[in-house]
């Protein structure tokens, strides 16, 4: 009975997820498959296969410029969003303080505020103390957006991490200090890696805080919006196809990282190890 | 002016042999009192056993010393000098986790090595130290080796030449062989008291299993809900334990409740002659003690009583017997490995056996 009805049910959902996929995915296919189109993005269907438009990127230095910029913004938001999400998850594990539960809820809120709201706020604030719209108050606005993921991927670290190695370093004659260094951060290691290249891929693909605090210098989400302002070009597509397989391939490698950390430590795998050993 | 010297040596211990000294140390969590009042003295190069059932705060006595936690009260001293003022990382003393707290991501070698290499200790010195420390626990083909990739046994013995090739002054051990199966732990129990006699550290183990205590320890604290119940000698806490609660921990007996009165004491059915003062008594008397009686000589240094046997469980070397005296009164005796026994039989045991134990 339950069997009959799962086979008859069972088309109509492969249909259905047909669908779903094709909804999501057909427009990148898309998108790829025009980028090697000769003539351009008019046209049905797709004829002349070409690496034309990926030459013509390539000799196009000013979004060479954006993607430096971007990338450049991508790193040093990493870079000040981990320092801050580590001292933030830090006090959230293990330092008790009144307004703990408040702090809590102040350091994620980034996470879930429209980024319309963040940029305006943050610009109203640069206007205020002077600062002149550049890729500094960009990163400004990224690193502060993100700490919130930074937090809550190192605290979910720290929650996993084994208190009790922290004491056997300070019992064997480690400063408190030492321990960090030595004990706490290489435990974290996964965790800082998998938050950074999240941070990374956000910040690499940001419009809407980018958008209230650039100045002149655009990073390339914004500098491929104001050329589809003038029309689509393959040359959009060639470069957005970069971008899509590099952030697939850094997901990919966040993906493992964290099902790394995840797993190392659950009963499962270390009876699996058991067994094997 | 004084003729004695400006500092009179008033902060030494009462007594100078004592390695480490707890005085009147309490400890209390949230309004708990998990340690009431403990002073306990352990000697230098002596393996001493805090023996107790789960929650009775002896892996809190070792918190307590290896300086992860404050006492609440009272002062710890480790050769005249104050310890529990000093944070974990100066006190000379070291552990073995219960469950090793090995750092997965150090190689065995360089876990050995960790704590020389956080003094400072030169490079040379410490490549000797930590072969010598793994040459100790038999562990040198596992230098390479991380953790995950070491069974149970194993990740035991790195964490022990952890600690040892610090040279502490004390090593506090909480419950290290309790993950260890049946038989590993039997050969690490040998393993870990000859290490212990080898290298002459004083051992402060703790431990709920009380034939572990009694094969390992020269003195074991017994500790109860927080309290030293008694702290002797494996033999002497067996043959004189001082209350009825330390009588069936360590090692089993038959708890008799009763009375002296006019030089008698009567409990239930067994009933001997006694010079003490009336009252109410308890005693304890082992099961081994407890003889079958085959002939009909009556000794006046023996009490004999008659007893259904009711129970008989075969161990191997020795049989447990459960015997009824009449009213319900039943009792348990160890005897030789015999023939099936049934029906009334005849016991004795001699007066000095029984042991007088308070409340």
């Known amino acids: 009975m339950t069997r009959s009805s799962t086979v008859r049910r069972a088309p109509l959902l492969a249909l259905y997820a047909t669908f779903v996929f094709a909804f999501i995915y057909l427009p990148i296919v898309v998108l790829v498959v025009y980028s090697f189109n000769r003539d351009g993005v008019g046209g049905f269907p797709p004829r002349h296969f070409t690496l034309g438009w990926y030459t013509v990127l390539f000799a196009d230095s000013s979004i060479w410029n954006s993607?430096?910029?971007?990338?450049?913004?991508?790193?040093?938001?990493?870079?000040?969003?981990?320092?801050?999400?580590?001292?933030?998850?830090?006090?959230?594990?293990?330092?008790?303080?009144?307004?703990?539960?408040?702090?809590?809820?102040?350091?994620?809120?980034?996470?879930?505020?429209?980024?319309?709201?963040?940029?305006?706020?943050?610009?109203?604030?640069?206007?205020?103390?002077?600062?002149?719209?550049?890729?500094?108050?960009?990163?400004?606005?990224?690193?502060?957006?993100?700490?919130?993921?930074?937090?809550?991927?190192?605290?979910?670290?720290?929650?996993?991490?084994?208190?009790?190695?922290?004491?056997?370093?300070?019992?064997?004659?480690?400063?408190?200090?030492?321990?960090?260094?030595?004990?706490?951060?290489?435990?974290?290691?996964?965790?800082?890696?998998?938050?950074?290249?999240?941070?990374?891929?956000?910040?690499?693909?940001?419009?809407?805080?980018?958008?209230?605090?650039?100045?002149?210098?655009?990073?390339?989400?914004?500098?491929?919006?104001?050329?589809?302002?003038?029309?689509?070009?393959?040359?959009?597509?060639?470069?957005?196809?970069?971008?899509?397989?590099?952030?697939?391939?850094?997901?990919?490698?966040?993906?493992?990282?964290?099902?790394?950390?995840?797993?190392?430590?659950?009963?499962?795998?270390?009876?699996?190890?058991?067994?094997?050993? | 002016?004084?003729?004695?010297?400006?500092?009179?040596?008033?902060?030494?211990?009462?007594?100078?042999?004592?390695?480490?000294?707890?005085?009147?140390?309490?400890?209390?969590?949230?309004?708990?009192?998990?340690?009431?009042?403990?002073?306990?003295?352990?000697?230098?190069?002596?393996?001493?056993?805090?023996?107790?059932?789960?929650?009775?705060?002896?892996?809190?006595?070792?918190?307590?010393?290896?300086?992860?936690?404050?006492?609440?009260?009272?002062?710890?001293?480790?050769?005249?000098?104050?310890?529990?003022?000093?944070?974990?990382?100066?006190?000379?003393?070291?552990?073995?986790?219960?469950?090793?707290?090995?750092?997965?991501?150090?190689?065995?070698?360089?876990?050995?090595?960790?704590?020389?290499?956080?003094?400072?200790?030169?490079?040379?010195?410490?490549?000797?130290?930590?072969?010598e420390a793994l040459r100790m626990v038999k562990m040198q083909g596992f230098a390479a080796s991380r953790p995950a990739r070491l069974s149970g046994g194993q990740q035991q013995r790195i964490a022990l030449a952890r600690a040892l090739v610090n040279r502490p002054r004390?090593?506090?051990?909480?419950?290290?062989?309790?993950?260890?199966?049946?038989?590993?732990?039997?050969?690490?129990?040998?393993?870990?008291?000859s290490l212990q006699r080898e290298i002459g550290v004083t051992f402060l183990f703790v431990t709920h299993d009380q034939e572990e205590a009694m094969a390992l320890s020269d003195r074991i604290a017994l500790l109860r809900d927080g309290a030293l119940e008694q702290v002797a000698s494996p033999r002497e806490i067996y043959a004189h334990p001082a209350t009825a609660y330390t009588a069936e921990f360590i090692g089993q007996t038959n708890l008799l409740r009763g009375e002296i009165r006019g030089g008698m004491v009567t409990c239930g059915a067994l009933r001997w002659p006694s010079d003490e003062a009336d009252g109410a008594v308890i005693f304890s008397l082992r099961p081994e003690a407890i003889r079958i009686c085959a002939d009909d000589k009556r000794q006046p240094s023996e009490v004999r009583f008659r007893a259904a046997v009711r129970q008989q469980f075969y161990g191997g070397s020795s049989e447990l017997l459960e015997v009824d005296c009449g009213n319900g009164q039943t009792l348990r005796v160890r005897v030789p490995v015999g023939g099936p026994l049934a029906g009334e039989q005849d016991f004795v045991f001699s007066l000095c056996d029984p042991t007088r134990v308070a409340e």
């Open chain 2, 170 to 193: 004390l090593l506090l051990l909480d419950e290290p062989l309790s993950a260890l199966d049946a038989n590993l732990r039997k050969q690490m129990q040998g393993e870990l008291k």
């Open chain 1, 67 to 277: 993607v430096l910029n971007s990338l450049i913004v991508a790193a040093a938001s990493v870079a000040l969003s981990l320092g801050l999400g580590l001292l933030a998850a830090l006090a959230l594990d293990r330092a008790g303080f009144p307004g703990k539960s408040l702090f809590r809820r102040l350091v994620l809120l980034p996470l879930i505020l429209p980024g319309i709201i963040t940029g305006l706020s943050l610009l109203m604030f640069a206007v205020f103390s002077g600062l002149h719209p550049s890729l500094a108050t960009v990163f400004l606005g990224h690193a502060t957006a993100l700490i919130s993921v930074a937090t809550t991927e190192l605290f979910a670290g720290l929650q996993k991490l084994d208190r009790a190695q922290e004491e056997a370093s300070l019992d064997l004659g480690a400063t408190p200090w030492q321990t960090f260094w030595r004990i706490t951060l290489p435990n974290l290691k996964l965790s800082l890696i998998a938050a950074g290249l999240l941070i990374f891929t956000l910040s690499m693909d940001e419009i809407a805080v980018t958008f209230f605090l650039i100045g002149r210098d655009n990073t390339l989400p914004l500098e491929i919006w104001a050329r589809l302002r003038r029309g689509i070009t393959p040359e959009i597509n060639a470069i957005s196809t970069l971008i899509f397989v590099s952030s697939v391939a850094l997901l990919v490698i966040w993906y493992h990282l964290r099902a790394r950390s995840l797993g190392a430590r659950s009963p499962e795998f270390l009876e699996q190890l058991g067994e094997t050993s």
């Open chain 2, 1 to 131: 002016m004084s003729a004695f010297p400006a500092n009179p040596p008033q902060e030494l211990p009462a007594k100078s042999a004592a390695l480490l000294e707890l005085r009147n140390v309490a400890k209390r969590f949230a309004a708990v009192d998990v340690l009431k009042n403990i002073s306990l003295n352990i000697a230098s190069g002596e393996f001493l056993t805090l023996l107790g059932e789960s929650g009775s705060g002896k892996t809190t006595v070792l918190r307590l010393i290896a300086g992860f936690a404050q006492p609440s009260s009272g002062e710890i001293w480790m050769s005249g000098e104050r310890l529990d003022l000093l944070p974990p990382y100066k006190r000379r003393v070291n552990t073995v986790f219960q469950n090793y707290a090995l750092f997965p991501h150090l190689s065995a070698c360089d876990n050995v090595a960790y704590g020389l290499r956080v003094k400072n200790t030169p490079t040379s010195e410490i490549a000797a130290r930590v072969e």
